[in-house]
């Protein structure tokens, strides 16, 4: 069965620092795998999607991330935060083939000034 | 454009009365429907899934119930709800290819009391 695993349940980091947000994921599948951001009393966007193209996924916002399958991992990176990331994030997987998704268990996101 | 609708956007219920949520797709056609449960810590519980009118994927266990009447509407029920039914429960809809965004209804806050 698939699922995912978020490392960290809260990252801090200074304004104009980078952001690493740590994702791994199980699956007996090629997988599909998301990053979707949740403002405060806003809905869920979607960041960015692995579709098994490109390893390194450009998302929104300046935020990227990497599929290493030998890692089984999709941590989620910006190169400067900005006090507008500050969210929570979730981390999801989707076995290729189904219309099942399995979120994280999320990871709130607090810049500081 | 396609538009989801979830209704109430807050409930509070005492022990053992009945629930349905209803969530509404408009401007698409044969849409993936979802029901998931966010609690704090734990992220997004898929609840049910459903790909098709009558088609319901129960995920977990529980009080609660799915029913897809219509191709665009996904009710989610319980007969007699319980103090651990409390929570903010989101509807969500996605195309009906594989590893599809996912498009999400402002949300459901109850409370059972």
């Known amino acids: 069965a698939q699922s995912v695993t978020q490392l960290d349940s809260h990252v801090s980091v200074s304004e104009g620092t980078p952001v690493l947000l740590r994702c791994n994921y199980s699956s007996s599948y090629s997988p599909s795998l998301f990053w979707y951001v949740q403002h405060p009393n806003k809905g869920l966007q979607l960041l960015l999607k692995?579709?098994?193209?490109?390893?390194l996924v450009k998302g929104i916002n300046g935020f990227e991330a990497e599929f290493k399958k030998s890692e089984t991992s999709f941590h989620l990176t910006k190169p400067s935060a900005h006090m507008s990331d500050a969210a929570e994030y979730f981390c999801?997987?989707?076995?290729?083939?189904?219309?099942?998704?399995?979120f994280g268990t999320g990871t709130r996101l607090k810049v500081l000034a | 454009s396609q538009t989801i609708h979830q209704w109430p956007a807050t409930l509070v219920q005492p022990v053992g009365s009945p629930l349905s949520l209803e969530c509404t797709v408009e401007?698409?056609?044969?849409?993936?429907l979802y029901w998931y449960r966010q609690a704090a810590g734990r992220g997004l519980q898929l609840l049910f899934y459903?790909?098709?009118?009558?088609?319901i994927s129960s995920e977990v266990p529980q009080n609660l119930s799915a029913s897809r009447p219509q191709d665009r509407q996904f009710i989610l029920s319980s007969k007699k709800l319980l103090l651990s039914d409390s929570g903010f429960y989101l509807c969500a809809w996605s195309g009906d290819s594989h590893n599809e965004k996912l498009f999400f209804g402002s949300g459901t806050q109850l409370s059972v009391l």
């Open positions: 999801v997987v989707s076995r290729g083939g189904t219309y099942k998704y399995i």
């Open positions: 401007g698409t056609s044969n849409p993936n």
């Open positions: 459903s790909v098709g009118i009558g088609q």
């Open positions: 692995y579709t098994s193209a490109a390893t």
